[in-house]
């Protein structure tokens, strides 16, 4: 029985439409309550939350449903997506739940789970978990199934957690150098609204560094919106504005992170592997291992790695996916140009915070700034443009258009150069056109005819109206 529920980072959908509605919710909880007493009669799940506003109404069913079937709920409130893995850890807990549709506007929601390592839930878990549902769900496997709550004794017990926000502040400086500080520093930082609002301006101020703050004041429905590290101009427009040394703009459950320096020049995920890898090599930390990067990072971030003889492999897009190729490679180090840095040193998932100040301890240690530390990586440009679907393309169809990207790549002689790239969203009908090369002006106008060629040929007639978002990233 295949996953129906779960996708590449959990389940995630709009609220109030199915699955994200209560009733669903509480059948969740009961079915993942019931497949980890089966791991441990004493089993305890601890569930954090960003700042949406539909966040306490998914929380108390999903408690629910789980303290129904006999597991005790720790609730940590608002705190970012590592931090949940970090304090699974902590409290020697069966699970972490996350509730949060990370970068996505409010009306979103969504639920990934934690193993107790802190790592995502392994695939054989969540398949169990997703069957246990499936049969909660269907009133005629229901009578079999006997997941009655258990009486009154037995049911798990709720606590609030007071000090879950001080525990990973704690982690997070800890994940520093002994006497590291930040004083001197003027940084910016934006928190898109989200779970990283209360929590990383502390972080930052109590390692020394004068801290002017955007994006922190969360109503609910604000979380990502103009603000964050997939809107960052308005962080880029303050950083000028006040001189500051750099800027760190986090997503809304905090676990990516994308910079700017003093210029105001944006450096993505791609550059920040970059330079955490060279110190890295520098370091001596990497005499065996490599870096991890997906189909979407930069053929510079590639070819700037070969120029320090570190070897780098691609993925997939997806932290899952990069997890997954450094736990075979028993390499440290990988991520995503979107800025999930996952750094295995420090953490065992993507943690904006600790990734910021990785970077801040590498300027600290050459005296560098942040453009500085970049020396050596030159980003080739690169054009995505985001095309909306009416419904998501069939296997064939992908097969079909990928022929078309294959031989335009042939043809303009990008397979020396720069690259074409189609990839299906996994949580929206968007297909994914990113064209790579040496000159902006081929690479710009390639992607919009393969992106007119494919509307077309899906009989989308207005071109203007499904193409969804167009860039060109520098």
């Given at each position: ?82 931090g949940v893995a970090y304090l699974t850890r902590a409290f020697h807990a069966e699970a972490g739940v996350v509730i949060s549709a990370s970068h996505n506007p409010h009306e979103d929601n969504g639920i990934k789970f934690f193993g107790s390592d802190g790592a995502k839930l392994s695939d054989a878990l969540e398949l169990a978990i997703e069957n246990k549902l499936k049969g909660l769900l269907d009133q005629n496997l229901n009578q079999g199934l006997n997941l009655s709550p258990v009486f009154s004794e037995q049911m798990g017990v709720v606590k609030n957690i007071q000090d879950a ?310």
């Amino acid at each position: 029985m295949g996953l129906a529920f779960f996708g590449t980072d959990g389940i995630r959908s709009k609220v109030g439409v199915f699955p994200m509605v209560p009733e669903f919710l509480v059948k969740l909880g009961m079915a993942a309550g019931v497949i980890l007493k089966e791991h441990n009669e004493q089993a305890r799940v601890v569930i954090g939350r960003d700042t949406r506003r539909s966040g306490p109404m998914i929380e108390s069913a999903l408690e629910a449903g789980l303290s129904a079937m006999g597991v005790d709920v720790y609730l940590l409130g608002e705190m970012p997506t590592p931090g949940v893995a970090y304090l699974t850890r902590a409290f020697h807990a069966e699970a972490g739940v996350v509730i949060s549709a990370s970068h996505n506007p409010h009306e979103d929601n969504g639920i990934k789970f934690f193993g107790s390592d802190g790592a995502k839930l392994s695939d054989a878990l969540e398949l169990a978990i997703e069957n246990k549902l499936k049969g909660l769900l269907d009133q005629n496997l229901n009578q079999g199934l006997n997941l009655s709550p258990v009486f009154s004794e037995q049911m798990g017990v709720v606590k609030n957690i007071q000090d879950a926000a001080g525990r990973y502040i704690e982690f997070c400086k800890a994940s520093t150098p002994y006497f590291f500080s930040l004083r001197g520093l003027k940084i910016i930082l934006d928190c898109a609204h989200g779970a990283t609002a209360k929590i990383a301006p502390q972080v930052f101020q109590e390692l020394g560094a004068e801290v002017i703050t955007i994006g922190v004041d969360p109503n609910g429905l604000n979380i990502n919106a103009e603000f964050g590290s997939t809107s960052p101009w308005n962080l880029q427009k303050k950083v000028l504005a006040e001189r500051a040394d750099l800027g760190i703009a986090f997503d809304g459950d905090g676990d990516r992170v994308i910079m700017v320096d003093h210029a105001g020049v944006l450096v993505d995920g791609d550059e920040i592997v970059f330079l955490l890898a060279k110190d890295s090599k520098r370091e001596g930390r990497m005499k065996t291992g490599g870096v991890v990067g997906t189909q979407m990072s930069n053929l510079g971030l590639e070819k700037a790695l070969a120029q320090e003889d570190i070897p780098f492999v691609r993925t997939k897009v997806g932290d899952r996916h990069v997890m997954a190729e450094l736990k075979k490679r028993q390499w440290l180090l990988g991520g995503e140009s979107s800025g999930h840095i996952i750094w295995l040193d420090s953490t065992t998932t993507g943690d904006g915070i600790v990734a910021a100040l990785q970077v801040l301890t590498v300027m600290k240690k050459q005296d560098l700034s942040l453009r500085a530390c970049l020396a050596g990586m030159v980003k080739m440009p690169q054009v995505l443009i985001n095309l909306s679907l009416k419904e998501k393309l069939s296997l064939d169809q992908l097969k079909i258009f990928e022929l078309w990207a294959l031989e335009r790549e042939k043809n303009l002689n990008l397979n020396h150069t720069g690259r074409i790239l189609l990839r299906p969203s996994g949580t929206e009908n968007l297909l994914r056109i990113m064209v790579e090369g040496e000159d902006l002006k081929l690479v710009k106008n390639t992607a919009e005819q393969l992106a007119e060629r494919i509307s077309l040929e899906l009989e989308n007639k207005n071109l203007s109206e499904n193409i969804k978002s167009k860039g060109v990233l520098i």
